[in-house]
């Protein structure tokens, strides 16, 4: 059964879009399950123009308020966890437990940036002449244009919001139209917690045209996409012909580094527990895994038998440890990595297949690779799903070497018990966060972001609020 939505939220109200209807496909059953409205070029300059009128409300609206405010969405959006993680499991397929999980890191946003909100701090210069009174202050940039990506619904958009909302800016966010509908959750939080009408603005859509009309606008100045590479090109050419600061959060291809001296069957229980979450549907995800050589056969080992115990199914069944892929795309994808390496020479010593017993659902097996080597697909494309390849290094300087060649720059991981040699390795890998012994890296509290093709800026942290602020310098004379 399939139930028309009006899923835009412009100027603090729910309206119907102008663009027809997107289905919204569950991707355990590949059922329509919602037609999710969409907006056209009208709604968009709808949202552009309440963007604009609740950026002069929120910008005069004072820090403490503010604060506040944020606050209150980060209580309704943590006692709503439950509904709106039952939402995000049926749109985007990852467990429940999952999802509630996401749902709470999201609130988490909320929280910090509305501490963030009363820390917006300028400085005073002494200057050359004491006829003259130097000072810089920080002002919000203004209206904010922003896109998410489908794998954390929730997190995705929190990070946005919280952090322009803290500044004084107002947006108009573009969720992804495979899983809108958790978004929207968060939108009515800020309705309920008292957000002014146009702070917060949420359309549902085509990509290509909602972006074009927001950046080509001239009211937009500031963006913010979590997405893919191409995307995040094509959006910064964009962004280029009108002079807005961007800030991309792209793709990755996380390394991980197992050293001989560590506690293997730890480390492979904590990266085969990570490797799988959300079906390996992670920007930050453990990717390409590199174990001394010394080590490799029983990490493999170790691995697989994790593997072997995680039990597939819907994300809102109960017990379920690893859902479907979110999409077709995705599960294509990942079929293709795998037959690539497989006719390349690894092997495949778990998964490698979809699940004999789903014939409905983008579904695929948690699947462990060994004897991979550097020309294999898998090792050069984000797999983004539930592969977990292995290769072998020798020494330090090799392992450095091997986790640095790519061209993503996002996240690594270093297992070790030697102190010289964690803070060697984690300052030697190009990457813009690195966690050591530890795989639970993205929190509200520090800076999310990567280097060379997975982007620049940083999102969350003290650094999260500083992209939606512009520093003006003010010289009076006395």
């Given amino acids: 059964m399939t139930e028309a939505s009006d899923l835009l939220y412009i100027g603090g109200e729910w309206t119907s879009g102008h663009g027809g209807t ?8 590949e059922a329509v399950i919602a037609k999710v409205a969409a907006a056209d070029k009208s709604d968009v300059d709808s949202a552009l123009a309440a963007a604009e009128a609740g950026f002069e409300v929120w910008r005069s609206t004072d820090a403490w308020t503010r604060s506040t405010i944020i606050r209150s969405v980060a209580d309704l959006v943590r006692r709503r966890a439950d509904e709106i993680g039952a939402v995000m499991s049926r749109e985007q397929g990852k467990p429940v437990g999952e999802a509630i999980a996401e749902v709470k890191s999201a609130a988490d946003q909320f929280d910090w940036f509305a501490d963030e909100a009363r820390r917006i701090y300028g400085r005073t210069i002494d200057g050359h002449s004491r006829g003259n009174r ?8 203004g209206p904010v244009a922003a896109f998410t990506a489908w ?10 919001m919280a952090a322009a909302m803290a500044a004084g800016c107002s947006m108009v966010i573009k969720p992804a139209e495979e899983a809108p509908q958790t978004a929207l959750c968060l939108a009515q939080a800020c309705h309920d917690a008292g957000v002014p009408a146009g702070v917060i603005n949420m359309l549902v859509g085509d990509p290509a ?12 100045r500031k963006i913010s996409l979590t997405g893919s590479v191409p995307v995040g090109r094509q959006l910064l050419r964009q962004a280029a012909d009108r002079i807005i600061p961007t800030t991309l959060e792209l793709g990755g291809h996380a390394p991980v580094l197992v050293f001989d001296d ?3 069957s730890k480390a492979a229980e904590m990266c085969a ?4 979450r959300n079906c390996g549907q ?9 174990v001394q050589e010394s080590v490799a056969d029983q990490f493999a080992h170790e691995v697989t038998q994790y593997a072997r115990g995680l039990k597939i199914g819907s994300g809102v069944e109960p017990g379920t440890d690893v859902g479907p892929l979110t999409n077709a795309r995705r599960l294509a994808a990942v079929e293709a990595l795998v037959t690539d ?3 390349r020479g690894a092997a495949v010593t778990i998964g490698g297949r979809r699940p004999p017993g789903l014939s409905r659902g983008y579904f695929y097996e948690p699947t462990v690779l060994t004897g991979v080597t550097t020309e294999m697909d898998v090792m050069h494309q984000e797999p983004f799903g539930p592969i977990l390849p292995i290769a072998t290094f020798s020494d330090v300087a090799d392992g450095v070497a091997l986790a640095n060649a790519t061209p993503y720059g996002l996240a690594g991981y270093v297992f070790t018990d030697r102190t010289r040699l964690a803070f060697e390795v984690s300052e030697a890998l190009e990457v813009g966060m690195v966690g050591v012994n530890n795989m639970v890296i993205a929190t509200a509290e520090a800076p999310f972001g990567g280097i060379k093709d997975s982007g620049f800026g940083r999102e969350g942290g003290a650094e999260g609020i500083e992209p939606y602020l512009v520093t003006k310098y003010v010289n009076i004379a006395i």
């Fill in 22 to 29: 997107i289905d919204l496909i569950d991707p355990s059953t």
């Fill in 134 to 141: 130097l000072f810089a202050i920080h002002q919000p940039v």
């Fill in 151 to 160: 794998n954390f619904p929730a997190l995705l958009p929190a990070r946005k």
């Fill in 209 to 220: 045209l909602i972006s074009e009309r927001l950046i080509d606008s001239g009211s937009i």
């Fill in 262 to 264: 560590v506690d293997v």
């Fill in 273 to 276: 527990r990570t490797k799988f």
């Fill in 282 to 290: 992670v920007c930050i995800s453990p990717s390409r895994f590199f």
């Fill in 341 to 343: 390496a497989v006719d």
